[in-house]
């Protein structure tokens, strides 16, 4: 009997190791205060817009899976810092992989992007997102806004946080806080989430 375990074992560990391998982790950053702003022109894909550390912007991706890691090496993350600016751009085959970009925690976000998912989280400061299609999920508290401007021409669009859900064709709204930040996103076609 043990002998069969210590084969079954081998056996095991056989399978993990010829398994396949976890996808490779590639990574910028550029030294960035807190209190400036980001601009974020990014190729088609999945990305995570986050708050990381208050001196510095940094851009991770990966593979989606293991048969895409050759073309990680295509891919072209181009960063600027000019004072109090920081430019990050996006090229090549960015929609077979997830990017994760962080940056200080009180940032002006501008975001530019065709087509992908995008999330936005914990970032306090004002946000302007420009998309042609995909789904955008931005986290809001409302007591830091002053004003949101949200629209998409088709699909849903859904503020729970703030008491608005509308959905089908040219759904907008505007609302008004007493907080000091703006939220001004604006999709074409899918799914806008303010949550």
């Known amino acids: 009997m043990r002998r069969g375990l210590i084969v079954m074992a081998s056996l095991g560990l056989g399978v993990v190791a010829s398994g ?3 996808p490779v982790e590639h990574t910028i ?7 400036g702003i980001v601009t974020l022109n990014l ?7 986050g708050a990381g550390a208050s001196d510095r912007v940094r851009v991770q991706w ?3 899976d293991a048969d895409h890691e050759k073309d990680m090496a295509k891919i072209k993350v181009l960063s600027d810092v000019f004072e109090r600016v920081a430019t990050i751009r996006t090229k090549g085959p960015t929609s077979r992989a997830r990017f994760t970009i962080e940056v ?12 992908g998912d995008i999330r936005i989280e914990g970032i306090e400061g004002n ?3 420009r998309m042609t299609a995909g789904d955008l999920y931005i986290d809001v508290q409302p007591d830091s806004l002053r004003h949101v401007h949200a629209s998409v021409s088709i699909g849903d669009l859904k503020a729970r946080s703030l008491g608005i859900a509308k959905d089908g064709f040219k759904n907008s709204f505007d609302w008004f806080g007493d907080g000091q930040y703006t939220l001004d996103a604006r999709l074409l076609v899918g799914d806008v989430h303010l949550r």
């Open 62 to 64: 990966r593979a989606e």
């Open 127 to 129: 946000k302007d997102v």
């Open 43 to 49: 190729s088609s894909g999945d990305y995570t817009v």
């Open 29 to 35: 950053e550029r030294p960035f205060s807190e209190g």
């Open 104 to 115: 200080p925690a009180r940032s002006d976000v501008h975001v530019r992007v065709h087509a």
């Open 20 to 22: 396949p391998s976890m």
